[in-house]
Structures are given as C-alpha cells and as structure tokens.
C-alpha cells in the first residue's frame, strides 16, 4: 500500500490548484476543452511499479503543456514539486483490491492510486464537467469561486457575530477578575466561545486556501476579526487551570477542547470539565485568576517578566494590591518597570470597571 512517506493534507493539495496557481490554469484549460484527464501529483518507484506503457517526458511543467497532453488517453505524472511533466499517456494499473466507491473508470483508477501511493491524484470529468481531487480516503469536488465565496461571507459574518459576542464575554470577565467575583461559568464561558470563533475561522481559512487569489480580501478579513484569539485561549486556560491538576500542557487542552462535539460545546459545563474545573454542579463556585491575561495587557511587558509576577503572587488580587517596592522583589522587575506595571493594572483596572458600569 502507501509509503512512510507522510501523505499531503486536503489542504495543502487544494492550495496546489487554487485559482491563480499554474496547474489550477491547466485543469480549467483541460476542462475548457472537454477532453478529461488524470492526473498523478507525484512519482516515486511505487508510481513507477503501476505504470505501464506511455511516454517519458522529463520537461518543465506548464498549464499549456498540461492542457495538450491531456489530449492523449492515459495519465500524466507530474512531479511532487509540480515543476516538471514525468510522463504521459501512461496506464496506471493499481491494486484492483482497494476499495472504492467510484463507478466511473478514470474516477475509480483515481481513487485507487491516492489511496495506494500516497500522492494526491486530480480527475477532469470529461461527461460532467468537473474537476475531482483524491487525497487519500476523502475525494473533494473543486467549485467555482463565486460558489466558494458566497458561502465564505456567510461563514465571516457568522464570525462577525460570534467575536463580537466574545468581546462582551471577555470583557465581563475582565471586570469580574477585577472584582474577585469570577465563577467557573464565567470562565467557562469565554473558553466556549474562543473555542467556537476559532472553529469558524478555520472553516473561513479552508475557504480562503481554495480560493486561492480570489480569497486575498477574504484573508485581511479574516485576520483582522481573529487577531490575538490564539492568545487569549491559552491565557484563559494557564489563569484558571487547578494547581491540584496533574500537569498538562496548554496544547493537551486546547486540543481536548477542539474534540468536543457542537452539542457538548454549547454547555458550558463541558468546557468547564475539559478545564479541570468540575462538572455542572461546580459551575456557580468561585474560581481566582493568577493573572496572566490581564498581564499580558500591560504595554511592553515581556512573557518571561510575566511568569516570574504570576510565580511571585500567586493570585491576581495580590497582584492588584501590591505597591512599587513588592513589584521591585520580583527579578527582572527594575524601578521603571515596577512603575509601569503598577500604572498599566490600574488603568486597565479604571477601565474595565467603567465599561461594564457606564
């Protein structure tokens, strides 16, 4: 079967034949012409061991040569790097005892040789008009970009509206560490609610790889909308994480978090769970934050200063509390640092309180 070679993901195949790249050119051409095609995206001894007959070629690739090859029958082989034409018309014969679903010749042929190689393959439907990528186990059908992009705007207004609702969520959340009146359904919360801007905005991103140039303004968009998200989830996750936990990283959690289903996402008390702070009966119970996201809204404070005032205090009220020379204690926390540090708190402090009261 496949190599230890590791397999391309859907997603950096279909960037591979977004509008604008080269071989995108040659399949709309090769469509354009109705004449239909396979095409194998890489070659290595196991293609070779599946091909038989053809004609070897070795020349640069090009969306023109593409197009007038694909006139003959058989399949074209282009290198891995998409830079150079292997062959032509050649008969792939794969293992005929891999399972596939396909009827068609060409798209059952396809099917095979993805699954068998390893290397993504690209069918050009001469009866139906379309265009067809095998990559491993899953078959996607290219649209056209307006199809695309119709229903990337709702997807990024979908977005829209969620972030703004993680705005609102963040900053009570904010308020309520100020206050020391923070729950575990507060936190639980914002955690839901990154969890479900940041699946939105992949499935914005999957969008943008397949438009691939006409996606340019959708990416700013989307940029501008997710900006410090990453951020903030991990922020959330190292203020609240019970010190009784067993160690785990950040990433253990976020990933557990990004395993949840849509219908547990919607419960708080599930990301409540995930967080290691109980489950619905727990979710009413007060929680204190350490300090790291308020922290890291301090202008020009380093990461590394960060960790060394969350070791030393513990908690964010102390933190609050403490004067210039208890800052000063702390290493790496010079006079001058002391001083912005205690002026960044307390004007992020004045401000979080009069947004949520005014």
Do not use: C, W
Not at 68 to 81: V, Y
Not at 99 to 114: I, L, S
Not at 235 to 258: G, Q, W
């Amino acid at each position: 079967m496949a190599t230890d070679r590791p397999e391309p993901s859907l997603r950096e195949t279909l960037s591979l034949i977004a509008p604008g790249m080269p071989l995108r050119d040659g399949l709309e051409r090769i469509l354009r012409g109705r004449t239909g095609a396979l095409i194998v995206l890489g070659h290595d001894r196991l293609v070779e061991s599946i091909s038989t007959g053809g004609f070897q070629m070795d020349v640069p690739f090009t969306s023109t040569g593409l197009r007038e090859l694909a006139k003959m029958d058989g399949a074209i082989i282009i290198d891995s790097s998409l830079t150079k034409i292997v062959k032509a018309a050649v008969h792939l014969m794969p293992d005929h005892t891999i399972p596939t679903t396909e009827t068609g010749t060409r798209h059952r042929t396809a099917d095979r040789v993805a699954k068998q190689t390893g290397f993504p393959v690209i069918s050009v439907s001469q009866s139906m008009q379309i265009i067809a990528a095998y990559v491993g186990d899953t078959r996607h059908v290219l649209e056209d970009s307006a199809s695309i992009l119709s229903r990337a705007n709702q997807a990024l207004a979908t977005l829209e509206r969620y972030k703004m609702r993680l705005d609102e969520v963040s900053s009570t959340l904010s308020a309520l560490e100020i206050e020391d009146l923070v729950t575990v359904r507060d936190v639980a919360v914002v955690a839901q609610r990154l969890e479900m801007v940041t699946r939105i905005a992949r499935e914005v991103e999957g969008y943008i790889v397949e438009l691939g140039t006409d996606g340019r303004l959708l990416a700013l968009q989307l940029e501008e909308l997710v900006t410090g998200v990453d951020a903030e989830r991990e922020l959330v996750i190292r203020d609240y994480l019970p010190r009784s936990r067993k160690v785990r990283s950040t990433d253990d959690l976020l990933e557990e978090l990004a395993g949840l289903s849509p219908t547990e996402l919607v419960d708080p008390a599930s990301a409540a769970r995930v967080l290691g702070l109980g489950g619905p009966e727990h979710l009413d119970g007060a929680v204190t934050p350490r300090g790291f996201r308020l922290l890291a809204k301090v202008p020009r404070l380093p990461a590394t200063v960060i960790d060394r005032l969350v070791d030393h205090f513990s908690t964010l009220q102390k933190l609050l509390s403490a004067g210039i020379d208890d800052l000063q204690a702390v290493e790496g926390v010079g006079e001058l640092r002391a001083r912005s540090v205690r002026e960044g708190l307390s004007r992020l402090a004045e401000s979080t309180i009069l947004e949520r009261y005014v």
